[in-house]
């Protein structure tokens, strides 16, 4: 079965510009997770979705970041306007509600110059 | 809030050597996860841990969860090549509502 799907896998823009992550989860995972790393350090939750439904997006600086989940399948996640700090690695990850572990994607790596 | 703590940050181990890698939580869990993230990679899962006390072998690779549901520990065995990365612990808090807090995790390096 194909794995957690993300693109672009690296975007590189400059600060104030707007930037966009696309996630394609297992299919039938109804949980679906954004998140952020930093270099050196573990995962961060940004949103937590089951379904179409934002369940905790309790650590989403909203005022730059938005997310959505269409139909309950894919999601994209936005940034707009970028900042130098912005620069990480974007995960994605799926599960099944009450299910044991996440499936992580591969990430997009942006830099913000 | 939830914070969950994990030593050493980094192990140095020569090829064939045990080790073992730590993780504390502020809160009790409901359960603890284990994943693996090999350099330039991502996370992947290793293993869930439920019970009180419980104790999981994965070939080379040891678990255990402690008996207050706060602590749990990673110990490899005969550490190879192949075992390179960090290895992240994520605790679910009793009432954390499904939200896994991730520890900074424990970076391995392997000495042939």
């Known amino acids: 079965e194909a794995g957690v799907v993300q693109s672009p896998r690296y975007k590189i823009i400059e600060k104030k510009q707007p930037v966009a992550f696309w996630c394609n989860p297992i299919?039938?995972?109804?949980?679906l997770y954004w998140y952020l790393q930093n270099l050196g350090q573990g995962p961060e939750l940004l949103i937590r979705y089951e379904n179409e439904e934002a369940v905790d997006d309790s650590q989403l600086p909203k005022d730059r970041f938005s997310a959505e989940r269409l139909k309950g399948v894919d999601s994209t996640l936005k940034i707009q306007p970028a900042e130098l700090g912005d620069s990480a690695v974007y995960l994605c990850a799926s599960s099944f509600l009450g299910g044991f572990g996440y499936t992580f994607g591969s990430g997009t790596r942006l830099t913000v110059v | 809030g939830q914070q969950v703590m994990q030593i050493p940050q980094y192990q140095h181990v020569q090829e064939g050597e045990d080790f073992t890698t730590y993780c504390n939580s502020s809160t009790t869990l409901s359960n603890i996860q284990w994943y693996k993230q090999r350099p330039g990679g991502h996370p992947v899962f290793l293993i869930q841990l439920v019970k009180s006390g419980e104790v999981k072998k994965q070939k080379r690779l040891t678990f255990q969860f402690g008996e207050a549901k706060k602590n749990s520990s990673l110990h490899i065995t005969a550490t190879q090549t192949t075992d390179v990365g960090t290895y992240f612990c994520a605790g679910e808090a009793s009432d954390g509502w499904g939200k896994l807090q991730f520890g900074a995790g424990t970076q391995v390096v392997v000495t042939p």
């Open positions: 299919s039938g995972h109804n949980t």
